[in-house]
């Protein structure tokens, strides 16, 4: 019974790289959230996705970020042109059917350092 | 806006005490409350959750209570033990699917 899988578990970019964090949600689960969490800080909502379709993205920047689940694979959150503000922990959460009834389960996270 | 709370941003409490984690929320409409915990380098682990229409639930050495009155969370854990060492976050959801909302958290730190 696998959890929530996040991968890489920590990536290392120099500003101007491009970042792809891969986030699997449990098995069954078609609703993923990504939060980001900085240094000494709470998590922070930034999108929701279903299969194919972005349910949500009021927490994402507006430029340089961006999500998608599609059909078959995980989900990617890419960010272009990295700066360093954007070193930040990056959690991935998966639901069921997406209820306020549902608890969110969360990967382990990826770390990114913005060198 | 929304914002959900904590009163202590640190907490040291000796093993076999027990622990209070207190949280204050300002949305009177969220629904669901829950409480995580979060070891160091790895992702939120949900512990327990109450819905806006109870006061109280247990789990396992956990008890939750909320107080709608005052718009107040804590999280209680009994018998503390080393392992309980993390940082403890309150969050809240809506009416909707909505995402949570986290609280900035609580370092828990129990001395053997």
């Known amino acids: 019974n696998a959890g929530v899988m996040q991968n890489p578990r920590h990536l290392v970019r120099r500003r101007g790289q491009e970042a792809r964090l891969r986030c699997s949600p449990m098995?069954?689960?078609?609703?993923v959230y990504w939060y980001r969490q900085l240094p000494e800080e709470g998590l922070k909502f930034m999108v929701y996705?279903?299969?194919?379709?972005?349910?949500?993205e009021s927490g994402m920047p507006k430029e340089r970020f961006s999500a998608e689940f599609p059909k078959e694979g995980p989900s990617i959150l890419r960010i272009q042109q990295v700066v360093r503000g954007d070193s930040a922990a990056y959690f991935c959460?998966?639901?069921?059917?997406?209820?306020?009834?549902?608890?969110?389960?969360f990967g382990p996270g990826t770390r990114l350092l913005v060198l | 806006g929304e914002s959900v709370g904590l009163h202590l941003p640190t907490l040291s409490v000796q093993e076999g005490d027990n622990s209070i984690i207190n949280c204050a929320y300002s949305?009177?409409?969220?629904?669901?409350f829950i409480w995580y915990k979060q070891e160091s380098g790895k992702g939120p682990q949900f512990i327990i959750d109450?819905?806006?229409?109870?006061d109280k639930r247990q789990g396992q050495r956990v008890t939750v209570l909320l107080n709608k009155t005052v718009k107040h969370l804590s999280l209680q854990i009994a018998a503390t033990q080393p392992g309980d060492s993390a940082v403890y976050f309150c969050?809240?959801?809506?009416?909707?699917?909505?995402?949570?909302?986290f609280g900035p958290g609580t370092s828990l730190s129990v001395i053997p």
């Open positions: 959460a998966s639901s069921p059917l997406g209820t306020v009834q549902e608890t969110q389960y």
């Open positions: 098995k069954g689960h078609s609703h």
């Open positions: 996705l279903q299969k194919e379709n972005i349910i949500d």
């Open positions: 949305n009177s409409a969220s629904d669901y």
């Open positions: 109450i819905r806006s229409n109870m």
């Open positions: 969050a809240e959801r809506g009416t909707s699917y909505d995402k949570v909302i």
